[in-house]
């Protein structure tokens, strides 16, 4: 993908979003430094701009910042997965039940998903995938909730990158997002809600399994007989294939659920 400064509102926020796409489609890997100089000769532009784009990317938990280490892109463990999965889970499939009881348009998550079908590189299938989500949880009437989940959308994006590197499954979630679109327009409260739900639980199971011992003890908990997630990761989880999932190497770039 071709960056160009010139449409870009400030120099700062071309130098954010270029960084975030190489993030997220995988151009730029878990663990990678990330150099103020390079990054600033990269762009054409002065170092500034570089580390305020940074700064905002720690924020959102794309990057981490250490005064020894210097920046690099987040590691994405099972701990992480589970815990950005994890909050998706509490509240978007209530969010999305709220925009369904409110009969509020799904025309941009119908657009969204027609931008998904006809993708031509898993980059753009990656945009349309989360504009789809954002376009069912948003329009909630709870602006705050909407903020809330926007807050976790980049980490999750994040965790997709890592998780489609090693197992790719587009064409079980597109058809997923068309059963929940289908739900939505049906106007089925409860239903979309579980399919939602559903939806978010299978993809970090998946990515991130956990192991049958932990699974086994999370499974008896109290309160946990109804969710189709087993509770957020515990300490030193480490899902097959999960080293080989931080570094991907020649593998296409991810969905982006």
Not at 1 to 26: C, N, W
Not at 77 to 82: E, F, G, H, I, N
């Amino acid at each position: 993908m071709a960056f160009a400064p010139s449409p870009i509102p400030s120099r700062t926020q071309y130098v954010l979003e270029a960084i975030k796409h190489d993030i997220l489609t995988g151009g730029l890997r878990p663990g990678q430094a990330l150099v103020e100089a390079e990054l600033a000769a990269r762009f054409g532009v002065s170092k500034t701009p570089v580390r305020e784009a940074l700064k905002t990317l720690a924020g959102s938990g794309l990057v981490v910042m250490n005064q020894y280490k210097g920046v690099t892109v987040r590691m994405v463990d099972a701990d992480m997965a589970r815990a950005v999965y994890d909050v998706r889970l509490l509240l978007e499939p209530e969010a999305v039940r709220r925009t369904v009881a409110s009969r509020a348009p799904l025309d941009e998550a119908r657009q969204a998903l027609r931008r998904a079908a006809g993708a031509e590189d898993p980059a753009e299938r990656s945009l349309a995938n989360r504009a789809f989500h954002r376009a069912l949880y948003l329009p909630c009437g709870n602006p705050l909730l909407g903020q809330m989940l926007d807050e976790v959308r980049d980490q999750a994006a994040l965790v997709s990158t890592v998780a489609w590197a090693a197992v790719p499954s587009w064409e079980r979630e597109a058809a997923e997002h068309e059963r929940i679109l289908r739900l939505a327009a049906a106007g089925d409260v409860d239903g979309v809600g579980r399919a939602v739900h559903d939806h978010i639980a299978s993809f970090v199971e998946r990515a991130f399994p956990l192991p049958p011992e932990t699974r086994h003890a999370e499974t008896r908990r109290p309160g946990m007989q109804d969710s189709g997630m087993q509770g957020p990761g515990t300490s030193g989880i480490q899902g097959p294939g999960i080293s080989g999932m931080q570094h991907p190497e020649n593998q296409s770039s991810p969905n982006g659920e």
